[in-house]
């Protein structure tokens, strides 16, 4: 090695690259916390949403009341999409069926951008859908989950009558009675109208496993920024009738 070469006169040009190299993670780290800092304190796109748990579920009522009177709102989908183009803040979050006649936004007559739904059939809450709603309230700030049933759903009578039959409905089904049948095994044993009560005890268990849900769902329930309450919409009015909240 020449003597303009050697160990010792490199060490200082490692060394002073080594330092630049540092310089620019730490540029890189304070430019990252400085765009975390500034999205945690922007203006959220739609202020109207920022609501108690309480105003919340009395605004998305309010929103069924319209859509079962039919005086639904006219939305500006375009100023919509234009103010909720960098970010959200949904004033509620539903858990709703699959099922093709129901529709949370036009249920609960509201704008782009002011529900976070997840929809399965037979309305459970598996854990993808445990998971979004803890998106929802531990990022979104969403105050509120709705689970919302309806009369004659086809997974709760599916789930009753492969009961009743002892017998697996065929491809991916069995995933949806396992998720729905301690709801329809209760009800059973209750008698009488079976379907409905299986309903009503399907959107109970569920509003009980969200609401115990640790660690996200839980605290936000102990610490009163979140509400979980459950309905049933009836297909042959539209209403949403509440039938527990806390």
Same mark, same amino acid.
């Given at each position: 090695m020449c003597e303009d070469c050697s160990p010792d006169l490199l060490r200082p040009t490692m060394l002073s690259r080594r330092s630049t190299m540092l310089s620019v993670g730490?540029? @890189?780290? @304070?430019?990252f916390a400085g765009r975390a800092l500034a999205k945690e304190t922007k203006?959220?796109?739609?202020?109207?949403?920022?609501?108690?748990?309480?105003? =919340?579920l009395k605004r998305l009522m309010e929103g069924n009341a319209r859509y079962v009177a039919g005086v639904s709102r006219r939305h500006d989908f375009k100023h919509e999409r234009e103010a909720l183009a960098g970010g959200q803040n949904p004033f509620a979050a539903v858990?709703?069926?699959?099922?093709? #006649?129901?529709?949370?936004e036009y249920a609960f007559d509201s704008g782009r951008g002011d529900?976070?739904?997840c #929809?399965?059939?037979?309305?459970?809450?598996?854990?993808?859908?445990i =998971?979004?709603?803890?998106? =929802?309230?531990a990022v979104l700030n969403t105050p509120l989950i709705l689970v919302?049933?309806?009369d004659a759903?086809? =997974?709760v009578d599916a789930t009753l009558k492969a009961i009743k039959d002892d017998k697996s409905p065929p491809g991916h089904i069995p995933s949806l009675v396992d998720a729905i049948a301690p709801a329809a095994k209760a009800a059973m044993q209750q008698g009488g109208d079976v379907l409905n009560k299986a309903i009503r005890q399907n959107v109970i268990d569920n509003i009980a496993k969200l609401k115990s849900a640790a660690p996200i769902l839980n605290a936000a329930v102990e610490q009163g920024k979140l509400k979980v309450a459950g309905g049933i919409y009836r297909l042959t009015t539209g209403t949403v009738e509440l039938i527990a909240q806390g």
């Open positions: 730490s540029v @890189l780290s @304070l430019g203006a959220p796109p739609k202020p109207q949403n920022v609501l108690s748990p309480d105003a =919340a858990l709703s069926c699959a099922d093709s #006649r129901i529709a949370p529900l976070f739904v #929809r399965v059939a037979g309305n459970f809450a598996g854990t993808e859908t =998971a979004s709603m803890e998106y =929802a309230v919302l049933g309806h759903c086809g =997974a």
